[in-house]
């Protein structure tokens, strides 16, 4: 890359670095240049629906052709090529037959202990086929809903193709979640079956999947589930429900490799998301087949510009959208060479994903910044575990993805990881919108450490006001896309009026769609920065959780908790920290000891209600919460005392101006 460097400090919020891509990453790059980028932006405003088709004809092959590209007659609303009908399962899998792809590795899988397997596209074909003919003999059939709780294996992507095959709709329950979660929900998505393991294998532990399976349906209200299908992933026996619960071997047992894909139409649901929002309960973002899988393959092209010899790697679980869109199926569609890793990436040591990259020769990376933060502090620490001491040479394009990178991660990663040579693609995006949609272009795109740069052609962003006008480059509003783009999401399952308050506010007219995300664009370049969630969403280590989510968790605890607030506060590490402010029956622990057991009991509950990746880091207790004079929450103060900040809020209101000390100390 070639390189403008100046010499402010790395941590200045006015980024000057540039970084243009060289002459190695443009060359034969599907997008080699900005002129080419904006020959494709044009080609979208002038002509968007023309745009849009060319691009569905191009990179989805369809069982019958749409006619119809985009439908906005009921608005937002928006269905796509929806007169078209394909299957995604043909479109990852089937369409490599006969092709040099089809003996291709498609999944280099690395277990948690580090042993390697390999499938081939045809062989997983196979095993996609003969698990789908085992879901339709348990009954299963187009349109039922299937949820999946899996580690990250092979298997956990087989069991996503092959309802993808028969057109069942699955919804993936990230393997860190809860009994509690889980069933809620198998409730809303009224799901017939779970998929799941016996146990998953993280950092050398067994941890249980099918015994939170048994507990989450014993929570009542489950008795959509007909059956538990059980991946037999390690040796030690779990409980089995007679009639319902069967392992994977009883299943496929005797089941042909061959199943024809059942073709649905353009909008039918592929998969549905949960994921948090601003209230309690989470929202099901349901995805449909055609745009979505136009999005997978069409990304893969343009933000990894993905060649034949690539070997690609998303450490992303199953369990997040990244999980669906590049593991499950865009590197498939794309017929690429994908790692799919089972394991943490500090065991056995911190060192583990440079390791990988060298062994299995890895040329596109794509992770998150929270783990690249954090293994920059191990790194640091410790010698040993230091990227120099292997051989990535073999990089060409790094990713990352799920919260803002700071110019220093970016540095760190360009620098030890990227050789100063690699294009870093720092991808925005959200589980509403299945795909990237404002990205760096490999071989394109000067890069600005922190900046997620420019939205993909077609995909119409701007940063707005509470009323949607336009904010001028340089000033901070509100992050939307004016016009639909095919993989947007389509509705919240259950909850078409919830999808519409959440995502196309009245006041901007109700057909924008309101990310909930700050931006601001660069006087400059007009390059976007993405400022942090406008909502009550917090974003710890790249995963999503709401606020309020939390507070219901807490306040769920009766014996114990009155009141709670959460809010978020900066984490080196994690980006953001959960922080909980509580008001308990009983009044304040008496002493440090009392409140730092009962904080333990508190994470310990909120791990059991939604997952230990919810558990406040910080727990403050007092005898009240600060409120406005109207009894609202003033949750600004309460951020402003999670960072401990100075007070510069208005507190005369405030009854007791004492609790502020009190909610000062974290436990
Ligand atoms: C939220 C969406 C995108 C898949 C993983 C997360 C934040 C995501 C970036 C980025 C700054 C980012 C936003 C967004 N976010 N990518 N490159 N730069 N922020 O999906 O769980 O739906 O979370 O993650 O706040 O709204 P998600």
Not at 225 to 242: D, E, H
Not at 337 to 356: K, S
Request: glycine residues 8%; proline residues 6%; charged residues 25%.
């Amino acid at each position: 890359m070639t390189k403008n460097t100046s010499t402010r400090i790395e941590s200045v919020l006015i980024e000057t670095r540039v970084f243009a891509p060289d002459a190695t990453a443009s060359a034969g790059a599907r997008i080699a240049s900005m002129a080419a980028y904006d020959a494709l932006c044009k080609e979208a405003a002038d002509d968007f629906d023309g745009f849009w088709a060319r691009q569905a004809k191009a990179n989805v092959t369809w069982t019958k052709p749409f006619t119809r590209t985009l439908d906005e007659s009921n608005a937002p609303f928006y269905k796509w090529f929806d007169d078209g009908e394909l299957n995604a399962s043909a479109n990852c899998l089937d369409k490599h037959i006969g092709t040099p792809v089809e003996n291709k590795t498609a999944i280099i899988f690395e277990a948690d202990d580090g042993a390697v397997t390999k499938v081939t596209y045809k062989e997983l074909l196979a095993r996609v086929s003969q698990f789908a003919n085992a879901l339709k003999a348990e009954g299963i059939r187009k349109g039922d809903r299937v949820i999946i709780y899996m580690p990250m294996t092979i298997e956990g992507v087989i069991a996503m193709q092959a309802c993808a095959r028969i057109g069942a709709t699955h919804s993936v329950v990230f393997g860190g979640f809860s009994a509690k979660a889980l069933q809620e929900r198998i409730i809303d998505a009224g799901a017939v079956a779970v998929i799941t393991a016996n146990y998953q294998l993280r950092g050398g532990k067994e941890l249980p999947l099918k015994a939170i399976v048994d507990d989450g349906i014993a929570l009542g209200g489950c008795e959509s589930i007909k059956s538990v299908l059980v991946y037999q992933r390690t040796a030690t026996a779990c409980a089995m429900v007679a009639g319902r619960d069967k392992t994977f071997a009883e299943v496929l047992q005797g089941q042909p490799s061959e199943c024809p894909p059942v073709p649905v139409g353009a909008e039918h649901p592929l998969f549905i998301l949960y994921t948090s929002g601003s209230t309690g309960k989470p929202k099901g973002v349901q995805h449909a087949t055609g745009g979505y899988l136009l999005w997978a393959k069409l990304t893969m092209d343009w933000t990894f510009d993905v060649r034949p010899e690539d070997v690609f790697w998303c450490t992303a679980d199953i369990g997040w959208i990244t999980g669906h869109t590049y593991v499950a199926y865009g590197p498939l569609a794309a017929g690429a060479t994908q790692v799919v890793f089972e394991g943490i990436p500090t065991f056995p040591h911190a060192g583990r994903f440079w390791q990988m990259i060298e062994k299995h020769k890895v040329t596109i990376f794509y992770t998150a910044p929270t783990a690249i933060r954090s293994l920059i502090k191990a790194a640091d620490s410790d010698e040993k575990v230091h990227p120099k001491n292997w051989n990535l040479s073999t990089l060409r394009i790094l990713g990352a993805v799920g919260e803002p990178i700071n110019p220093e991660a970016w540095m760190w990663y360009h620098r030890n990881i990227g050789a100063e040579k690699c294009p870093i693609v720092d991808t925005f995006w959200q589980t509403e919108t299945g795909g990237h949609v404002i990205t760096p272009l490999p071989g394109a795109t000067p890069l600005v450490p922190g900046s997620c740069t420019l939205p993909l052609p077609g995909i119409m962003a701007a940063i707005v006001d509470e009323t949607g006008k336009d904010i001028p480059n340089g000033a901070g509003g509100m992050l939307v896309i004016k016009r639909p783009w095919p993989s947007m999401i389509r509705t919240i399952w259950n909850d078409p009026e919830r999808f519409k308050k959440s995502y196309f506010p009245e006041e901007m007219g109700g057909t924008i769609y309101l990310a909930g995300d700050g931006a601001v664009r660069s006087a400059d370049r007009g390059y976007f920065r993405i400022t942090g969630r406008i909502d009550d969403v917090l974003n710890v280590s790249g995963h999503r959780l709401g606020t309020m989510e939390i507070e219901s968790a807490l306040v769920a605890k009766t014996d114990l908790v009155a009141e709670a607030a959460v809010v978020g506060r900066p984490d080196d590490v994690t980006g953001e920290a959960v922080c909980a402010f509580v008001v308990l029956k009983r009044g304040r622990p008496a002493s440090d000891e009392e409140a730092r057991k009962i904080a333990t009991e508190l994470r310990n509950w909120v791990a059991k209600e939604i997952g230990p990746i919810a558990k406040p880091k910080d727990i403050r207790f007092g005898e009240n919460l600060p409120k406005t004079r109207s009894g609202k929450i003033m949750r600004r103060l309460l951020r402003s005392l999670a960072k401990g900040e100075a007070i510069t809020q208005d507190t005369s209101t405030l009854e007791n101006p004492a609790i502020l000390e009190q909610l000062g100390r974290a436990h």
